[in-house]
């Protein structure tokens, strides 16, 4: 049987942490910084966790 093949989308999207948690960037720190405070930005600069509803969906694209 082949290898299944991880699906190229999601693995510019998401990686895994050493414990096997999902983690994905924020929506909203591409461009327009001129109506946003610095404090957002810097707050939208950190990843955060994939919600547990969609982290097996995920991992699957991912291949783990």
Do not use: Y
């Amino acid at each position: 049987m082949p290898k299944n093949k991880t699906h190229s989308g999601a693995k510019k999207r998401f990686r895994t942490t050493g414990s096997g948690k999902l983690m994905r960037e924020q929506a909203n720190r591409r461009h327009l910084f001129e109506g946003k405070n610095s404090k957002r930005t810097r707050r939208l600069a950190l990843d955060k966790a994939v919600s547990a509803a969609d982290a097996p969906g995920i991992k699957k694209l991912l291949g783990k």
